[in-house]
């Protein structure tokens, strides 16, 4: 899986959007970009993901470059409760191999009064 | 809520010892994934099942098993305990097996495993 890149942490005011990049210049193209996030010691949840275009849920916005090599998931409105270590991972899907999620050090947002 | 329950949340067991933690994924989830995240090492893969068939292995120790039933439910074995195995293990459940399914795993909340 292509290696991701991540800044350590970052501080977000609450009620402003939070803006978390990420760079995966080495991705191919049959790998999809994951992000997840973990609040403290809870299981990671998953956030969005995308191949190509960019995505929109409940959650979150996922921005993808048209390259591929980098992306940012956008929290339009941050509040104390996104407060926690965001992982952004790509995944390779190919007939036959299989399709675990590889984790790396992530990112760690405090959102802050 | 994910949907993937884990029991039991916490465990407490003594070096040497053998423990099961258990794994139910959410319905209509056919695979199942195996993590272990300890302060030093970040979350780590150990091992996937897809239908009851082991699907692909990561850094699972010898002395550490897994299954998963015709129900669906997975069970994780660890034995001769030490306490470097001290963690927290993670389930996660996704629709398809490998390959071309992009369905994203959903975890569970995890057994924390404290060895004495």
């Known amino acids: 899986d292509a290696k991701t890149t991540q800044p350590t942490s970052m501080d977000c005011a609450e009620g402003r959007a939070a803006n978390l990049p990420c760079n995966h210049s080495?991705?191919?193209?049959?790998?999809?970009v994951y992000w997840y996030r973990q609040i403290h010691s809870q299981g990671p949840q998953y956030i969005i993901h995308?191949?190509?275009n960019n995505e929109t849920n409940e959650m979150a916005s996922l921005i993808i470059t048209e390259d591929r090599k980098s992306s940012t998931l956008i929290l339009p409105h941050a509040t104390l409760r996104d407060t926690a270590v965001y992982y952004c991972?790509?995944?390779?899907?190919?007939?036959?191999?299989?399709?675990?999620?590889?984790f790396g050090t992530g990112t760690r947002l405090q959102v802050m009064l | 809520d994910s949907g993937v329950t884990q029991t039991p949340k916490h465990l407490i067991t003594a070096t040497g010892q053998r423990v099961t933690l258990r794994c139910s994924p959410r319905?209509?989830?056919?695979?199942v994934y195996w993590y272990q995240q300890s302060l030093d090492q970040g979350l780590q893969f150990l091992i996937h099942?897809?239908?009851?068939?082991?699907?692909a292995k990561g850094n699972i120790l010898e002395r550490f098993s897994a299954q998963q039933f015709p129900d669906l439910h997975s069970e994780l074995n660890l034995s001769s305990l030490e306490l470097g195995d001290s963690a927290l293990y993670f389930c996660?459940?996704?629709?398809?097996?490998?390959?071309?399914?992009?369905?994203?795993?959903?975890f569970g909340n995890g057994t924390r495993l404290t060895v004495t």
């Open positions: 080495t991705i191919s193209g049959n790998e999809y």
């Open positions: 995308g191949l190509k």
């Open positions: 991972i790509v995944r390779v899907l190919n007939t036959g191999t299989a399709s675990k999620l590889t």
């Open positions: 099942y897809y239908n009851g068939e082991e699907r």
């Open positions: 319905s209509g989830d056919l695979s």
């Open positions: 996660a459940s996704s629709v398809g097996p490998t390959g071309t399914d992009n369905s994203p795993l959903h």
